[in-house]
């Protein structure tokens, strides 16, 4: 490591404009960083050896949040613990805030940025699996240009993301939905533990049956999953049916066993953590009515 460390070239751009030259300049050696909180793991297990250390973190346009015609726009150097407590993102995007109250310690969360996380493609993070039920999307900025990109498929596999040398997240754009309900759920086996499971839902109800349902899960596969199936059989249910229904989640899952846990028990963690989250989102959805 320390071979590494005496090469390594760094710089701390002052716009997202200087941060791209530099990105492109470096090319495939070259990573930006922020908080460091997945990253610099990475460089002590060996696992990354950037060359070249672009610092975004002092970028004033990737610290802000913002609503922005039908989105809630969150730039990426935002902290977790900044999700925590903002009040546009508990306004307007509650199972963020909720999911980075699970992420790690809080000096991680101190540290640690949504644009980070979701670059870093962990399989068990919160916030990429919550971007996925909120249908948030991603601005990807380069030298030649701007574009948007789904939460979804951005998402490719452990630790890949679509995001190419050069690239940078520079935000975290989601819609509003005033009239949804949000649940956020996850185990591990101690505090601050990598998730073994979790459940991130979101619901809009009509009466007292369930209109829109949303619901995406980690631990499943190497990336956060859409439980596109599910969603559509829950459609309609009344929300004491719908909590039902999802008991049997776990039979309809193929998860491999690995070190940390059998396949069969992660399975049925998810399907727990799934029942929770959906309860906990009409739950909250029928909080604000009379």
Request: glycine fraction near 10%; proline fraction near 5%; hydrophobic fraction near 45%.
């Amino acid at each position: 490591m320390s071979d590494v460390l005496t090469t390594m070239a760094y710089e701390r751009a002052r716009s997202v404009p200087e941060a791209l030259v530099l990105l492109a300049e470096g090319g495939e050696d070259a990573r930006p960083i922020s908080g460091g909180q997945s990253l610099v793991p990475m460089m002590n297990l060996g696992l990354a050896a950037p060359a070249f250390l672009v610092d975004v973190s002092a970028v004033p346009g990737l610290r802000t949040i913002a609503v922005e015609g039908e989105h809630l726009v969150i730039g990426a150097a935002v902290t977790h613990a900044e999700l925590t407590s903002d009040p546009l993102v508990a306004e307007h995007a509650p199972l963020l805030a909720r999911a980075a109250r699970q992420i790690g310690s809080q000096r991680i969360r101190n540290r640690g940025t949504i644009g980070g996380s979701v670059a870093h493609g962990d399989a068990a993070a919160e916030l990429p699996v919550s971007c996925h039920v909120l249908e948030a999307d991603y601005r990807i900025e380069s030298a030649t240009g701007t574009e948007l990109r789904a939460a979804g498929p951005f998402s490719l596999g452990y630790y890949q993301t679509d995001l190419a040398p050069g690239e940078l997240v520079t935000a975290i754009r989601v819609p509003l939905r005033p009239r949804h309900g949000w649940g956020f759920q996850e185990y591990s086996r101690r505090a601050g533990d990598f998730a073994l499971a979790s459940a991130a839902a979101g619901v809009r109800l009509e009466g007292d049956r369930i209109a829109e349902v949303a619901i995406a899960v980690t631990g499943a596969a190497d990336r956060p999953v859409r439980l596109g199936e599910l969603e559509r059989s829950l459609t309609g249910q009344s929300v004491a049916s719908a909590v039902r229904s999802v008991a049997g989640l776990a039979a309809e899952l193929t998860v491999a066993d690995d070190p940390y846990c059998a396949g069969a028990d992660r399975a049925r963690l998810i399907e727990v953590m799934v029942e929770r989250a959906v309860r906990d989102a009409c739950a909250d959805v029928r909080k604000d009515r009379p």
